[in-house]
């Protein structure tokens, strides 16, 4: 069996990993794919993950590509191709993808369609409202006091959210988004959030369109710096599973929000199948959703990955095919951690072209597996070709242990200028 895998971050290098672990693939192909995906073998044959240099958004060249190559399934892993239609555009020419359709990822791409869902069917979420005029904006924002987040309705790459502390904050979020357009046609309309209090969490749930699947819950960090302080990344570290979200808690905590969700899927006609990721906030008064992605978490598919003991190939073409009922997803007992080390300046302005040092050195150690993000070959050497680039996950019988083993890794690893936190995990692990 053939396979397409889209995409080039840390998720991507995590997915290929377990993906070649599978005995079904004879060939892996991933566009654009990075170094650390090109190094990966597939356990059925030792053949390499070949890269097809196609941008993860050139839609039209990654489907001559699949007519050429027809792969038996293409994996889409970031949430831009999804939502310009890549899964529907591969089904019209024949093809299997796994991932939801333009239809069904308006749940990521657009933040008023999740925040009026929510609304409609009664999902736990902020009080919020949606708004395209700055005036009703600020007026919704002063009955918050301030305290909201402004959200940009479309996709902006990161950078779509400022959470405002008071009323002049909030105006100025307003203004830039809906008047002085900083986000372009995304920030043409906006969800003016309540700012919630509470600890932070990832769900993720596999979903054919009639039965879903919950994976443990898990932890991004999303500030740049130790103690949360500093801005917003893409995430700079995550574990799992999250030990306050642990079994019935977490099913209870799921299923008061995914029940209603597929419900008013069925409700719609969106045939969801994909992985929906709700970012969650626990709050006093329990558990509301802040956000819905279409997409595995990134960093939280590499502390997935390790835990999953299904056929990572048998569980996606059945999700594709609307037959998750009869699969049970198995995670091992371990617990998993993934430490960032992301270029000095990012998420701002950072340079690339670094030489990254020691990375042989982890290679051999049980437990162990770094993750490429932003890196390139430049003549012999490996470099950093972006703002995360490399993802160093470990697992062991305990957090703690986890972690020490990844901080550990992450040691012998160097690239001038590095950025790491010093504090994934830990909270969880005390
Ligand atoms: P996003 O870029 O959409 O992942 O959101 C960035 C971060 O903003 C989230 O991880 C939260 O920390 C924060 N955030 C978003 N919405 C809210 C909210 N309603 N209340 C509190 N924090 C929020
Ligand atoms: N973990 C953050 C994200 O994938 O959006």
Known sequence: MK???IGSGGRE????????????????????????ISDERLESNGMPVENVPIGAEDLSLLLDFA????PDLTVVGPDNPLGMGIVDLFQEHGHKIWGPNKNAARFEASKAFSQEFM??????????????????????????EGHCAVKADGLALGKGVIVCTNQQEADRAINDMLVNGILGEAGKKIVVQELLEGVEASLHVLSDGESWRLFPASQDHKRAYDGDTGPNTGGMGAYAPASFLRNSELLETASAIIEPWINGCKEEGIDYRGILYPGIML??????????????GDPETQVYMPLLENDLVELLSACTEK????????????????????????????????????????????????FHAGTSIQGNNLVTNGGRVLGITAWADTLSDAREKAYAAAARIQFEGELMRTDIGKKASI
Do not use: M
Not at 123 to 138: D, E, H, L, R, S
Not at 283 to 291: K, Q
Not at 351 to 359: Q, R
């Open 323 to 370: 037959n998750l009922k009869g699969i049970e997803l198995k995670f091992n007992d371990a617990a998993c951690v993934c430490v960032v080390k992301a270029s000095g300046g990012y998420p701002g302005k950072y340079t690339k072209g670094k030489t990254i040092y020691g990375l042989e050195d982890t290679h051999q150690i049980p437990g162990v597996k770094v």
């Open 13 to 36: 290098h995590a997915l290929v990993w377990r993906l070649a672990q599978s005995p079904h693939p004879t060939k892996i192909w991933s566009a654009p794919g990075n170094p650390g």
């Open 283 to 296: 709050t006093d008064n329990g558990a509301r959703v802040l956000e819905f992605n279409s997409r595995f």
């Open 119 to 144: 609304e409609k069917y009664d999902i736990p979420a902020p009080k919020a409202g949606v708004f395209t005029n700055p005036g009703p904006a600020g007026e919704f924002a002063a009955s918050l």
């Open 67 to 70: 007519n050429e190559k027809k």
């Open 3 to 5: 396979l397409f895998v």
